[in-house]
């Protein structure tokens, strides 16, 4: 199958009449989102959302995510809506959440993976949104990454891992905020945070008080342990290259990360300090530019602005495997966007943690 790139930057409503067809008719389309890039097909269709899996190579026992172009929509996906899904609805809607609830009896199985709940996002970007409400239907849609690679945030890594396999993918641009979307489960006592994203707990707190983060989003799951999402056991957003992170003070964590850099060059590597302004003065050997410095950076963003660390981490990762065969990642606070970041990249690494100190 020949694969098109569709570029959505000027008029696109052409492209978004023929997307939204395919997807009427059974077939796959991949489209930009604010988050990360988005494999869609129509969610209530049992035979599309199985090409889905197909297609990614994913575990049929993850399920996905349904997008929707309003709330009217969302509320027919469920079959109770607790007061708490209004209130994150009408303050985060449309925008990087997830809210899953119990399912409405409309919601085919392959979708939920047999789960009694259903994960409702609906987009803010104006492609996404555009493609859903010209379709019709709910578009069930993960990632538009081979299962485990990185998620995509532009359409050439969608094109990299799905080319011949997909008719279509709309071509947006780099996506926003470079991380999939936060996900919170109101199907329990207490909302809990399933995978953390730009709506942070701090903004889903301020809205409906007490939130708990699962334990599953900063430590590997514990052998035998049941998951409350089942995309938590496997592994996840992994280049080819070996990920380390280390944790610490700016001038501590490039200290170590110096010394680390050093070793491995001397054992014949190719390494990648995936760095932070912060550290960036330390890794310059010379005080000069710090492509005269010798190592090979990556600037990931601001510890200050954990959000921008978020944004260039996955094309990081993905960017990596052309130049390296190992990478050591800066840590930051678990704070704000910063839970998330710290959750993609523990993941990237297997939970190897190096502490360099204060
Ligand atoms: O930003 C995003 O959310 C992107 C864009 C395309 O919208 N989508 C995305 O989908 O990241 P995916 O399939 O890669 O991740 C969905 C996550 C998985 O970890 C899955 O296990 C979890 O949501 N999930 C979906 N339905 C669930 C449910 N009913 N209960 C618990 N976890 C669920
Ligand atoms: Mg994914």
Known sequence: MNTRLLNCSGAYDDFICEAAEIIRNGGLVAF???????????????????????????PNDNPLILHVSDIASAEK???????????LMNTFWPGPLTI?????????????????????????????????????VPIAAPSANLSGKPSPT???????????????????????????????????EVPTILRPGAVTLEMLSAVIGEVKVSESVLSPLKPGEKVASPGMKYKHYSPEAEVFVVNGSPEATAKRIMQLYDDAINGGKHPLICATEETMPFYNRCGENVLNSGYQCAIVGTRKYPQTMCTNLFRILRDADSCSDLIFAEGTREQNEGLAYMNRLLRAAGFKVIEAGE
């Open 154 to 188: 532009t359409a050439e890594h969608v094109f990299e891992d799905m080319k011949g396999k997909i008719p279509i993918i709309l071509d947006g641009g780099p996506c926003k905020f470079g991380v999939e979307s936060t996900v919170v489960t109101l199907a329990g």
């Open 77 to 87: 996906l469920w079959s109770c809506i607790p007061d708490a899904a209004y209130a």
């Open 32 to 58: 930009p989102t604010e988050t990360v890039y988005g494999l869609g097909a129509n969610g209530l269709d049992p035979d599309a959302v199985n090409s889905i899996f197909r297609a990614k190579g994913r």
């Open 100 to 136: 899953i609830a119990p399912r409405a009896s409309i919601v085919p199985d392959e979708v939920t993976a047999g789960l009694e709940t259903v994960a409702v996002r609906l987009p803010s970007d104006p492609v996404a949104r555009a493609l859903i409400s010209k379709a019709g």
